[in-house]
């Protein structure tokens, strides 16, 4: 049995090449073992907050008294965290959106890397806390930039998610959706494949 956190960060609802994917694999997922359980939070319909200086003292200090708007910051963040640690498997939809991944998955990120609670720091360095998880990075994109200076996501995802801890990562590209319905058909199709593939 395994335990799947399932974020989704698209904009385009039920348009979105992303969230079709994230859709098939739990389909995949579920159908793989009738044990396994999946949560699925997704971050355009329910945005985390963007991170300001009153939020950014409620995460980060333990001794002011908090206002009621970092009260419940404070709150949203200790739940992400708990719930993060609570799955065995994080999958993320991650479309590319001007090189980069969309501001509600970055408003999470925010929410989640606290020092002393998801990393800390060392004298050899930063440690992060948050051990023995895989994650899964499902990326869309409607160019081509798997492998080029131009794919800011894939470094920047692999920083993030090793900083807190998470070293086993995966990757399934979707690229080329903006370049025609065959290069669509073929780019999902791949997608599908290498999700079966992955899973089964």
Same mark, same amino acid.
């Given at each position: 049995?395994?335990?799947?956190?399932?974020?989704?960060?698209?904009?385009?609802?039920?348009?979105?090449?992303?969230?079709?994917?994230?859709?098939?694999?739990?389909?995949?997922?579920?159908?793989?073992?009738?044990?396994?359980?999946?949560?699925?939070?997704?971050?355009?319909?329910?945005?985390?907050?963007?991170?300001?200086?009153?939020?950014?003292?409620?995460?980060? @200090?333990?001794? !002011?008294? /908090? =206002?009621? +708007?970092?009260?419940?910051?404070?709150?949203?963040?200790?739940? $992400?965290?708990?719930?993060?640690?609570?799955?065995?498997?994080?999958?993320?939809?991650?479309?590319?959106?001007?090189?980069?991944?969309?501001?509600?998955?970055?408003?999470?990120?925010?929410?989640?890397?606290?020092?002393?609670?998801?990393?800390?720091?060392?004298?050899?360095?930063?440690?992060?806390?948050?051990?023995? @998880?895989?994650? !899964?990075? /499902? =990326?869309? +994109?409607?160019?081509?930039?798997?492998?080029?200076?131009?794919? $800011?996501?894939?470094?920047?995802?692999?920083?993030?998610?090793?900083?807190?801890?998470?070293?086993?990562?995966?990757?399934?590209?979707?690229?080329?959706?903006?370049?025609?319905?065959?290069?669509?058909?073929?780019?999902?199709?791949?997608?599908?494949?290498?999700?079966?593939?992955?899973?089964?």
């Amino acid at each position: 049995m395994g335990k799947a956190l399932i974020l989704k960060s698209s904009i385009l609802d039920k348009h979105s090449n992303s969230n079709k994917m994230v859709d098939y694999f739990i389909e995949k997922w579920l159908n793989e073992n009738s044990e396994n359980t999946i949560t699925i939070r997704n971050l355009a319909k329910n945005q985390v907050p963007v991170l300001d200086n009153e939020l950014l003292d409620a995460l980060c @200090k333990n001794d !002011i008294e /908090l =206002t009621e +708007r970092q009260k419940k910051a404070l709150n949203l963040s200790n739940s $992400l965290i708990l719930e993060l640690k609570e799955h065995d498997l994080i999958v993320i939809a991650a479309p590319m959106y001007n090189f980069h991944i969309p501001t509600q998955l970055k408003n999470y990120f925010d929410f989640v890397i606290r020092a002393g609670v998801t990393f800390c720091y060392t004298k050899l360095g930063s440690q992060g806390l948050i051990k023995g @998880k895989k994650a !899964i990075i /499902l =990326t869309t +994109r409607g160019g081509i930039y798997k492998d080029t200076p131009s794919d $800011l996501l894939t470094p920047y995802m692999n920083l993030i998610l090793n900083f807190i801890g998470i070293t086993d990562i995966e990757y399934i590209f979707s690229e080329g959706l903006a370049l025609g319905n065959e290069s669509v058909i073929q780019s999902q199709n791949n997608a599908y494949e290498s999700i079966n593939n992955m899973l089964f």
